[in-house]
């Protein structure tokens, strides 16, 4: 059966009932898969030695393939089995003989009966009709799944051949420069031995220099004790300086009081001179003798209410300087406390260096011991050098078969993936032809791209570029996007890239419906205009 029969098999298959559509549509899926899955079990049990094994798998995967197609056919009633081979065998061979040609009538009186029976059920004809409707959504979803699968296949196989391909050159050239390396071994092992005799030495060093720095830090451990035991004594001296202070004001304020009390003393004494004056006056010359004295004691109270208000001045003064004094040996006493904790926190670094150094001279003895054994090492490195170079060279030997082989598989796989696509390209929805010309934006390329429409459909569009070349840092690239013009609304639509052949880029949009169906419209217009045929192409479900 060639390839145009078994496309009208499987187009006079979807004929058939709607629920039985159903079975015929994951029948065919599933058979398709496994004639896939069967090649390509079998080339890869070919080329890479699977043998037994792979034929068995294969074996098993075409049984279960009949199996489900023979099941799927017995779904079938004999009297659409023997219509659709009598079309197909029409077409290979022979034409239907009279008792067909009868039979194939029957059918067509059965199927206008059956036409106008639903005519007349329009229930019966709304559940045909969502049936149908629902038969060609799931019909375009698993064709476009399949076109993704396919293109997912197809980009993934090319990547991990190119990866293989890739790995294998780094591995010949890896083992180059193994062989180069292992004729060279021998010669540095010599200067990696005398590096590892200096290395020895100057670890030896470091351990002298951090047994004396150990022995240094231990002084500055004693020094710092030492200074913050006389921070300790200053700041005790400072809290006694203090309470001293304290004390002598607490005394000024008592002379104070003393002061008060003689100033008290001063005034009476002024006031009974001040009688004593008077009463002398009424005594007359009586009392002369008793005024002058009166007046001499009166003298000497002025001159102590002077005096007292001098030292009233001088308390003063020696308060106010005792309180500033209090203040000064409050911040003395802030600073030596800031010292003491200065001298707590060095002292922990100076702990911590401790440790520091003390493992620093362990760390030197380990280090010393690894260099006697690297030194031993490079002996056994110098002997093995000579072994590695027969290794090596083997090794080129197998990449060079593993890069012939890889080169075999991706020429096989490719043809596989390639044939599997080619006979499952179809478009999902509607496509029109056009030969109008517009202009699209590229990631990554400046400026816009004047490109020719080849055809165009509700999904994508197959564009021409007529500018110069694209680059080939685009044409290697992934994810690759754009805008289309609409026309002379001046709208853009965006697509992705699906494939890049020479200057025709295959692209799928990715916009907002309504933005599509208006390029849609335009497109159509301007073939109407320009006279061009773009009759739509058929659906094909699968073929």
Request: charged share 20%.
């Amino acid at each position: 059966m060639n390839l145009s029969s078994f496309s009208l098999l499987l187009n006079k298959t979807l004929t058939i009932s709607s629920k039985k559509s159903l079975w015929i549509l994951f029948g065919i899926i599933g058979t398709n898969m496994t004639l896939i899955t069967l090649n390509l079990l079998y080339s890869a049990a070919a080329l890479s030695g699977i043998g037994m094994f792979g034929l068995i798998v294969s074996g098993i995967l075409f049984i279960g393939g009949f199996l489900f197609w023979y099941q799927l056919l017995k779904n079938i009633s004999p009297t659409e089995q023997t219509n659709t081979l009598t079309e197909v065998s029409n077409e290979e061979t022979l034409p239907p003989t009279d008792s067909e040609k009868t039979e194939i009538e029957g059918l067509k009186k059965q199927v206008r009966k059956m036409t106008l029976q639903a005519g007349l059920a329009e229930e019966t004809q709304r559940h045909v009709e969502e049936e149908v409707t629902f038969l060609k959504e799931f019909a375009g979803q698993t064709k476009t799944s399949l076109f993704k699968m396919a293109d997912s296949i197809d980009i993934e196989l090319q990547n991990n051949i190119k990866n293989i391909t890739i790995q294998t050159e780094k591995a010949t050239d890896i083992a180059a420069q193994l062989t180069k390396s292992a004729q060279t071994v021998g010669d540095k092992s010599g200067t990696v031995a005398e590096g590892a005799a200096m290395a020895l030495e100057n670890t030896t060093n470091v351990q002298k220099f951090a047994a004396g720095l150990s022995d240094t830090v231990a002084e500055i451990t004693n020094q710092m004790k030492q200074t913050t035991a006389l921070t300790q004594e200053a700041v005790s001296i400072s809290n006694d300086t203090q309470t001293t202070i304290s004390g002598l004001e607490d005394a000024a304020q008592g002379i104070e009081e003393i002061i008060g009390l003689i100033n008290n003393i001063a005034r009476q004494t002024n006031m009974l001179a001040l009688n004593a004056t008077i009463e002398a006056a009424r005594a007359g010359e009586a009392g002369k003798g008793f005024a002058v004295v009166a007046a001499e004691v009166k003298n000497l109270a002025n001159q102590t209410t002077q005096s007292v208000e001098g030292i009233t001045q001088h308390i003063k003064g020696i308060q106010t300087k005792v309180g500033a004094a209090v203040q000064d040996i409050d911040k003395i006493k802030k600073s030596i406390d800031n010292v003491q904790s200065s001298s707590d926190v060095i002292s922990t670094e100076v702990t911590q260096q401790g440790e520091a150094t003390r493992e620093i001279t362990a760390s030197s003895t380990e280090a010393r011991t690894s260099v006697q054994t690297v030194t031993e090492g490079a002996r056994d490195i110098s002997q093995e050098a000579n072994n590695n170079t027969l290794i090596v060279e083997e090794i080129n030997l197998i990449s060079e078969e593993l890069a012939r082989q890889v080169l075999s598989i991706r020429s096989h796989m490719m043809e596989i993936v390639q044939c599997a696509l080619d006979e499952n390209e179809r478009r999902s929805t509607e496509r029109h032809i056009s030969t109008k010309t517009s202009l699209i934006t590229l990631d990554g390329i400046e400026g816009d791209i004047q490109i020719q429409f080849l055809d165009y459909s509700m999904g994508g569009m197959r564009v021409k570029v007529l500018d110069n070349p694209l680059p080939a840092t685009f044409l290697n690239g992934s994810a690759r996007k754009g805008t289309v013009s609409t026309g002379t609304t001046g709208s853009k639509i965006h697509f992705i890239v699906r494939d890049v052949q020479d200057d025709v880029i295959n692209a799928q949009f990715e916009d907002d419906e309504v933005l599509i169906r208006m390029l849609n419209v335009y497109l159509e217009s301007q073939n109407s205009e320009d006279g061009v045929d773009d009759t739509l192409e058929e659906i094909e479900l699968f073929g």
